[in-house]
């Protein structure tokens, strides 16, 4: 079964630094989708950025970078000039796509703090 | 439409009750899920349908939980004879099928249904 793993269970960084957060995860699967998705407090959870597997070029949304290195099942997520507005609680999700649940498997969770 | 909406927001009952919960998905998204969070803990997939066909079932907690999606559009989520254990946020997440314009899964999600067993 895959599995993904979130070893920071909260990190703290100064508005409009940068901080990376971290997650590893274990599959079999050679295709399979990464994302970060974001869910602020009280409110709904939404993506932050996707990685296909099969891309070799790290994602960047904005202020939103990620390291992928798939031969050791890494995955973090760097988070630029950061801004109270990202203070949430930041999962590491996996997918298989064509899998037979199709449903995304989560990692714990980072809360993320900015300290203005 | 703004997004996946849910209700009831909150729910609190007795342990024993039976309890139903209710997602609207994104009008032109045809899968639907659904998943269970509890304190301190990442989501946790229950269960898929597309359109009113329920692909997926067997990661339903116990026989206490079912899913319908009737007519391809909203989708319920019932839980029956509730347990103290039973108490958490349910929430609710749609997108489109693979294929639709997207090699991926983007799933958008609901606010939840926050319960509490008491």
């Known amino acids: 079964a895959q599995t993904v793993t979130q070893s920071q269970p909260e990190m703290s960084v100064q508005e409009a630094e940068t901080v990376t957060l971290s997650c590893t995860y274990d599959?079999?699967?050679?295709?399979?989708?990464l994302f970060w998705y974001k869910q602020p407090p009280s409110r709904q959870m939404i993506l932050v950025i996707r990685?296909?597997?099969?891309?070799?070029q790290n994602a960047t949304e904005n202020r939103f970078s990620v390291n992928f290195q798939k031969a050791a099942k890494s995955f973090s997520l760097k988070i630029s000039d950061s801004q109270l507005g990202d203070a949430a609680m930041y999962f590491c999700?996996?997918?298989?796509?064509?899998?037979?649940?199709?449903?995304?498997?989560f990692g714990k969770g980072t809360h993320l703090i900015i300290q203005p | 439409d703004t997004g996946v909406s849910q209700n009831p927001r909150h729910k609190i009952t007795k342990r024993g009750q039976n309890v139903t919960f209710r997602c609207d998905p994104i009008?032109?998204?045809?899968?639907l899920y659904w998943y269970r969070q509890t304190l301190g803990q990442g989501p946790e997939f229950l269960t898929y349908?597309?359109?009113?066909?329920?692909?997926?079932k067997s990661r339903l907690l116990s026989d206490r939980f079912s899913a319908e999606r009737p007519k391809g559009s909203f989708s319920t989520l019932e839980i029956q004879r509730t347990e103290q254990g039973d108490s958490a946020m349910y929430l609710c997440?749609?997108?489109?099928?693979?294929?639709?314009?997207?090699?991926?899964?983007?799933?958008?999600f609901g606010p939840g249904t926050r319960l509490t067993v008491l």
């Open positions: 990685q296909e597997a099969y891309k070799q």
């Open positions: 349908f597309q359109n009113e066909a329920q692909l997926e």
């Open positions: 997440a749609s997108s489109l099928a693979r294929g639709q314009g997207l090699p991926y899964n983007e799933q958008f």
């Open positions: 999700v996996y997918n298989v796509p064509g899998g037979g649940a199709d449903g995304l498997t």
């Open positions: 009008s032109e998204h045809n899968r």
């Open positions: 599959t079999s699967e050679s295709d399979y989708y």
